[in-house]
């Protein structure tokens, strides 16, 4: 067995790992990479591998950092299998559409402006792409389970998002385990990530190796910013990614409304096509969420849709008015890296009253992190802006598991590994846990290089 680190090994974006298997080659996820430039470019080279010899795909869950690269290992000559959970098969489908839709939409800006460094601007892939891809889904077994010649796969539910997993695979007596992102105990939607098999080999994500997450109640804290926010004519943005996150906010506005902590005559947007899909699948797949299949349905009572481009910009200019009517606005993507929540960030940030609060987690060289860490001006689509409103970093919506939370999956596991690898971080967070599981533990780790290949 080698194991080839082709992404997510010096950074949190860009999960791409080669498994060799004598000639079966897997690939455990194809994300893309995000954040600073230099990593934004390594969407545009090839794999690292020949992407037309792979035999299969086996797909931790559905964020762009680990499925929206996709499409391109398809432009490259991938024709095989993609193995998923029915979630993430059904998020995937939204996902990498919209995903296609922005680059398209991102080439065509590019090219009328004249703003690309190239003679004509192209997307990665387009919608077409992103479709036949979707064709090489195919469903897992009830059981999670599935064998690919001699090698046998099983998914264990991994918590942080819908169809979330983590991944083991065994092959001649030997076994290797990919965390994937793993949930927290005491996420909102989600429930407590099952323990999967032991293995001689784990792979461990990162995000938040460095850190604990803060011990607040986080419907508590957005209240209060609600209140102050709204009481000063304010109205609050949430930056958010589509996917989980925009449907924890829902869950805990709507709890805030039921309490009557929130007014109903304060307006709830959602300006995010791919959220509202991602609802739909929310309620589709209620059996699998730790809340009730009747407060899964009232995610969107009473919450305004923004459907066009056009709605969104007036929308975003009405809120910017002196004396606007106070909202509340969920709004992609979830970093400030593109999409509509530009529209509001553009009209909004300039402006004392209003508030920005961005639940989760920024990666480096994104708005949102920029942001978060304080600057006051931002360029946004060939301008700077000034950013006067107040900011926020609601830490407590993450859907990672903190540092302490990787530990206790690593420590629940049947039998220690002989090796631990840990990737899907920062470069500090990464060594941080590293530092961790060879000082508490005692186990054998290891922060891989980008293109490092190891033998199991």
């Given at each position: ?86 979630a993430t098969r059904d998020l995937c489908d939204v996902l990498l559409r919209d995903s296609a839709h922005l680059q398209e939409e991102d080439a065509k800006r ?324 590293r530092c961790r599981i060879k000082d508490e533990l005692g186990l054998a780790v290891r922060v891989p290089q980008h293109g490092e290949t190891v033998e199991l």
């Amino acid at each position: 067995m080698k194991l080839t680190f082709l992404g997510a090994a010096d950074s949190v974006t860009g999960s791409r790992h080669l498994l060799t298997l004598g000639e079966q080659r897997l690939l455990l996820d194809a994300g893309l990479f995000q954040g600073f430039k230099a990593l934004r470019e390594r969407n545009w080279m090839p794999l690292g591998a020949d992407a037309a010899r792979l035999d299969a795909v086996l797909l931790s869950h559905a964020h762009l950092d680990h499925c929206g690269y996709l499409p391109a290992l398809r432009r490259q000559g991938f024709r095989g299998p993609i193995h998923a959970t029915a979630a993430t098969r059904d998020l995937c489908d939204v996902l990498l559409r919209d995903s296609a839709h922005l680059q398209e939409e991102d080439a065509k800006r590019a090219n009328r402006d004249q703003s690309s460094r190239h003679d004509k601007a192209l997307p990665l892939y387009g919608v077409r792409e992103a479709e036949a891809t979707m064709k090489q889904f195919v469903p897992l077994p009830r059981d999670g389970r599935l064998t690919l010649g001699d090698t046998e796969v099983r998914f264990t539910p991994a918590g942080h998002l819908l169809g979330a997993t983590s991944i083991h695979v065994r092959h001649g007596g030997r076994s290797l385990l990919f965390s994937g992102d793993i949930g927290r105990s005491n996420d909102l939607l989600m429930p407590v990530p099952q323990v999967p098999p032991a293995a001689d080999v784990v792979m461990i994500e990162s995000t938040y190796g460095d850190r604990l997450h803060p011990a607040e109640d986080v419907q508590a804290r957005l209240a209060q910013l609600l209140r102050t926010t709204l009481k000063r004519g304010g109205s609050v943005l949430l930056p958010s990614f589509a996917v989980g996150r925009a449907q924890a906010l829902l869950l805990v506005l709507q709890r805030l409304r039921r309490a009557g902590e929130l007014p109903l005559e304060v307006p709830i947007w959602l300006d995010s096509p791919m959220a509202e899909q991602a609802t739909e699948l929310t309620v589709k797949h209620a059996k699998l969420l730790r809340i009730s299949a009747d407060e899964a349905r009232g995610l969107t009572d009473r919450v305004r849709y923004v459907t066009k481009q056009a709605q969104s910009l007036k929308l975003a200019a009405s809120l910017a008015q002196r004396k606007a009517r106070p909202a509340i606005v969920i709004s992609a993507s979830g970093m400030a890296t593109g999409g509509r929540v530009l529209n509001y960030i553009e009209t909004l940030a300039p402006q004392p009253q209003h508030h920005i609060a961005f639940p989760g987690f920024q990666a480096g060289g994104t708005r949102g992190a920029r942001m978060v860490a304080g600057e006051r001006e931002i360029k946004l689509r060939g301008r700077w802006v000034p950013v006067n409103a107040e900011i926020s970093h609601l830490d407590g919506f993450s859907g990672h598991a903190d540092a302490e939370g990787l530990l206790q999956w690593l420590r629940a596991l049947p039998r220690p590994p002989e090796q631990v690898y840990v990737v899907h971080g920062e470069p500090a967070a990464a060594d941080a846990l590293r530092c961790r599981i060879k000082d508490e533990l005692g186990l054998a780790v290891r922060v891989p290089q980008h293109g490092e290949t190891v033998e199991l």
